[in-house]
Structure formats: structure tokens, C-alpha cells
């Protein structure tokens, strides 16, 4: 019987469709993924070659492998998975503070941002909402001077009711308390142009010159660092650092009679008398809060 290579070729087909299927289905068994049919397809249509090629990966696999893959706590994949997610803008703009809004993004941003921010109280961003009136987005700055206008009302009829109960009687300490407050609540809101915040800055002085007059013991720390500045900015420097050393005499252990010294000192470009107030300071047994702390090694470092 001579060869028939027809023959051959039959057993060949076979033989490869049969190592093709012992393979998907024993691959499948061992790690059920996608790419066994694919691969058990290729071996198939492309008999002997198909084959070859994946035992010689395997092969070359096999050597170079250096340890199993533990796919499952792989952390590029909870990776991909976070920021696959879609991004809330909305929510973003929310999150991002107004002053960065204001300097980088696009003007309908800006006007989402602004109107945002104004769900919320805007006595607590005063400062923003004033920087947000000077915008170049006409639209955006129209939304913060509406704001600002509203607040500053609703604080001059405070202020106004406040008023009229302080001048009902000057030795009311619960009047002047009130009112002094109130002030110190919208200087320090930083929300206020120069011309705006003179005034109050001349409040806070008779009314701390009235608790001097009334009510001496009841001047907290606080007070006399607000009189203090409240001097200062409106350029009665001799009284402010009367004050600042009126504050040190009666409330030696405060931190905040040391610091009216120091400030004073160098806003007024005393150096000498200033140096000999913050060794006054390190060396007493003064505590000293976090921003005492930071400014008493910040001069320190000098």
C-alpha cells in the first residue's frame, strides 16, 4: 500500500482539533476566562502552528515567570475602578474653595461658584464675596455686590437696634458687650473698604474707652488687642501704645498683652523696645497658643 499524504494530512487536521479542545476545555476548567476559545480557536484554524506557537509562550513563560500575580489585589485595578466613575462637577465646584474659582476658571464656573457660595451665610465669607464684586465677569461681580449689599444692610439694622440699646444707657455692660461684638464681628470679616471700616474702627474705641470708664475690670485680652489696633489704624499711635502697655500691666499672664506690646513696637519701627518685648515673652511662663507659638519662633529665627 503506497503513502497517501492525504491521509496524513486527515490525521494531522484531528489530532490538532482534538489537543485544541482537550486544551479550551481544561484551560477553561482551571481559570474560566474569555481568552481560552479565543486562543482554542486559533489553535484550530491554524493546525500544528497554532499549537507550536502557544506551547513555545508557555515555554518562554515558564522560564522567565517570577511568581504567581495575585490579580485580585492588584491596586491599579481599585484604581481604574475609582476613576473610571464619573466626575461630579457640580459637586466639585461645591468643594472648591471661591478664591481659586475666581482665579482660574471659566466665567459660567465663576457664576455657579458665586451663586453656590451665596446659598450659604455670606457674613462668613465676606472677605470673598467683596473680592468677588471687583471680578471682571460683570455678571459675577453684580451677584457679589448684590450679596454684599444685603449684608451689609442686614448688619446696619443690627447694628442700629444695638445702638439704641447702648445709648439708653452708657453703664449697661450687656449693651456695650453686645455692640462691641457686633463691630469686631464685621472688621474682622475683612469685607470692608478703608473708608468703611474707619468708622467702626472709631467705634471700637469709645466703646472700649467707655468700658474703661464704666466697667474697667470687665476689658478682656481680646478688647485691648482690638483698642490697640483700632488706634493704630487710625493713627493715634501714642494712646496705642498706652494701651498696649496698659494691657500688659493689668494682664501680665495673657498672651495677648505681650503680643499688643510687640505689635505696636513694630509697626512703629521700634526695634530695640520691640526685642526686649519678645524676650520679655520667651522668658515668662506665659502659655502660648498655636499662632502665639508661630509668631514667637518666627522672630526667633530672625
Known amino acids: 500500500m503506497g503513502f497517501n499524504s492525504n491521509i496524513v ?67 491599579i485595578d481599585k484604581t481604574r475602578k475609582k476613576f473610571l466613575q464619573p ?55 453684580h451677584y457679589a455686590a448684590t450679596a454684599l449689599t444685603d449684608v451689609l444692610g442686614r448688619f446696619a439694622t443690627e447694628l442700629n437696634g444695638l445702638q439704641v440699646a447702648y445709648d439708653k444707657d452708657r453703664t449697661d455692660l450687656q449693651a456695650n458687650q453686645e455692640l462691641l461684638d457686633a463691630v469686631l464681628r464685621i472688621l474682622n470679616s475683612g469685607g470692608l473698604l478703608k ?42 499711635f501714642k494712646e496705642a501704645e498706652e494701651w498696649a502697655e496698659l494691657s500688659l500691666e493689668r494682664l501680665p499672664e495673657a498672651e495677648e498683652s505681650h503680643l499688643n506690646v510687640m505689635y505696636i513696637k513694630y509697626a512703629l519701627g521700634k526695634s530695640e523696645e520691640f526685642d526686649e518685648a519678645l524676650k520679655r515673652l520667651t522668658g515668662s511662663s506665659v502659655s502660648l497658643s498655636e499662632e502665639g507659638l508661630r509668631i514667637v519662633r518666627f522672630w526667633l529665627a530672625k
Not at 57 to 70: A, P
Not at 115 to 135: Q, S, Y
Request: charged fraction near 25%.
Open 87 to 141: 466626575v461630579d462637577k457640580e459637586r466639585e465646584l461645591e468643594l472648591l474653595p471661591l478664591e481659586e474659582v475666581l482665579a482660574v476658571s471659566g466665567t459660567r464656573d465663576k457664576r455657579r461658584a458665586m451663586l453656590n457660595m451665596l446659598r450659604l451665610d455670606a457674613r462668613e465669607n465676606l472677605a470673598l464675596v467683596r473680592k468677588a464684586a471687583e471680578n471682571d465677569d460683570s455678571e459675577t461681580a
Open 195 to 236: 473708608v468703611e471700616g474707619d468708622k467702626y474702627l472709631y467705634m471700637v474705641i469709645g466703646l472700649v474707652e467707655n468700658l474703661e470708664k464704666n466697667h474697667p475690670e470687665a476689658i478682656t485680652p481680646a478688647y485691648y488687642a482690638a483698642m490697640v489696633r483700632a488706634l493704630h489704624g487710625v493713627g493715634r
Open 9 to 75: 494530512i486527515l490525521w494531522i487536521v484531528l489530532l490538532n482539533t482534538a489537543i485544541s479542545v482537550v486544551y479550551m476545555v481544561a484551560m477553561w476548567l482551571k481559570k474560566r476566562s474569555s481568552y481560552v476559545f479565543q486562543r482554542g480557536v486559533t489553535m484550530v484554524l491554524c493546525p500544528v502552528v497554532g499549537i507550536l506557537c502557544f506551547l513555545f509562550s508557555f515555554l518562554v513563560d515558564l522560564v522567565l515567570r517570577k511568581g504567581e500575580v495575585d490579580y485580585e489585589n492588584l491596586s
